[in-house]
């Protein structure tokens, strides 16, 4: 892992769904078991630039309004969600290759891949 100066935040929602991706056999021929999903991130929150972030005190207005904003539905409600988390944190930024979340308004996509 490299250093940096930088802070990252990593909400649970995000580390859930790594959790089930990275054990899942059937999307990995050699998936991650329980305990080194887990490690890896209790190795990622350990690091001092680390934060986790959850929900605050009207977060359902946060949720409400950003799903109104994409008319979410379906698997965009929990980009949604994510997106209502960073809004609360004061998070416009996301490292992701997912295109969904260039739908938000203020939301800047910063893809690993590209």
Not at 90 to 113: A, C, E
Request: charged fraction near 20%.
């Amino acid at each position: 892992m490299r250093a940096t100066n930088e802070l990252t935040y990593l909400f649970w929602p995000v580390v859930a769904g790594y959790v089930r991706i990275a054990t899942n056999p059937r999307l990995h021929p050699n998936p991650l078991t329980l305990a080194e999903g887990l490690r890896n991130i209790r190795e990622l929150v350990s690091q001092p630039h680390v934060r986790t972030g959850s929900e605050a005190a009207g977060f359902i207005e946060s949720l409400t309004h950003a799903c109104t904003e994409v008319r979410a539905a379906g698997n965009l409600v929990s980009d949604a969600y994510i997106v209502a988390l960073m809004r609360q944190h004061g998070i416009s930024r996301i490292l992701t290759h997912d295109r969904d979340f260039r739908k938000f308004d203020g939301i800047r996509i910063v893809d690993p891949f590209a």
